[in-house]
């Protein structure tokens, strides 16, 4: 009896250590349509500057078509002013000092808003040591960057558990039709409208037809803030 209790304790120790690991159908269902994927957020800003850089992968031409292509990694360099306001060119010269290598381009105007971008098509690891080094209207920037995705209290794969379980009728019906496909993504935004900082991940699917269904998760208290299905 003994040896037989000793057995199934042994045995339910394996099922329960291999279900703690393991990802519900659902989140299954999910990462088999992402096209779009943000792993980790480094920002940093000086008096009248902020920068940001997001990475991750994404489609390698990224579009909303029905069609689930292979992913790319991507990097994608963000600078504006504090106040909004627009600077004097529509591009400037950077370089990137990542764990001492440079990396140079040119940040160029989004022609919706004041800020400007690049993409340095990489990935970045979360312990890489950053800087920004450029002249901005006849100015000096040299701007070290921090990972604040380090210090989020929900990781990316807890987000989509959370979302997964939230959307689960919409996931349970994705179209995975050639050509007709649902379409997934899981972003990190911030709140630029407070005094603190806040990061929330935004977990999203597109349908065939481009409707849209997600939740914005705050990063730190895995509280559902917004929900659209």
């Known amino acids: 009896m003994k040896k037989f209790l000793c057995i199934l304790s042994i045995a339910l120790c394996g099922v329960l250590f291999v279900g703690c690991g393991s990802k519900t159908k659902n989140e299954t269902n999910f990462n088999s349509h992402l096209i779009e994927i943000r792993n980790n957020l480094f920002a940093g800003q000086n008096d009248e500057y ?21 992913l ?15 600077l004097s060119q529509d591009e400037y010269e950077f370089t990137l000092v990542v764990n001492g290598e440079n990396i140079t381009g040119s940040l160029e105007k989004n022609p919706y808003d004041n800020t400007y971008s690049a993409d340095i098509e990489q990935a970045i690891t979360d312990e890489a040591e950053i800087k920004l080094e450029m002249v901005i209207d006849n100015n000096n920037f040299n701007q070290t960057l921090t990972n604040v995705s380090k ?15 939230a959307l689960k009728d919409s996931i349970s019906n994705l179209s995975k039709e050639e050509g007709n496909s649902s379409e997934a993504f899981i972003k990190i935004l911030k709140d630029y409208s407070g005094e603190n900082d806040r990061y ?11 409707q849209t269904a997600g939740v914005l998760i705050d990063a730190n208290s895995g509280d559902i803030i917004s929900k659209k299905i």
Do not use: H, M
């Not at 902020?50 to 069609?67: F, K, P, Q, S």
């Not at 790319?72 to 627009?86: C, H, K, N, S, Y």
């Not at 929330?200 to 481009?210: L, R």
């Open 151 to 165: 210090d989020f209290v929900i990781n990316k794969d807890q987000a989509i558990s959370i979302a997964c379980e």
């Open 50 to 70: 902020y920068v940001t850089i997001c990475t991750g992968e994404r489609e390698e031409d990224y579009a909303l078509d029905g069609v689930v292509k292979p």
């Open 72 to 86: 790319v990694q991507f990097g994608i360099i963000t600078l504006a002013r504090l106040d909004g306001e627009p």
């Open 200 to 210: 929330y991940w935004y977990v999203g699917i597109i349908s065939p037809e481009g």
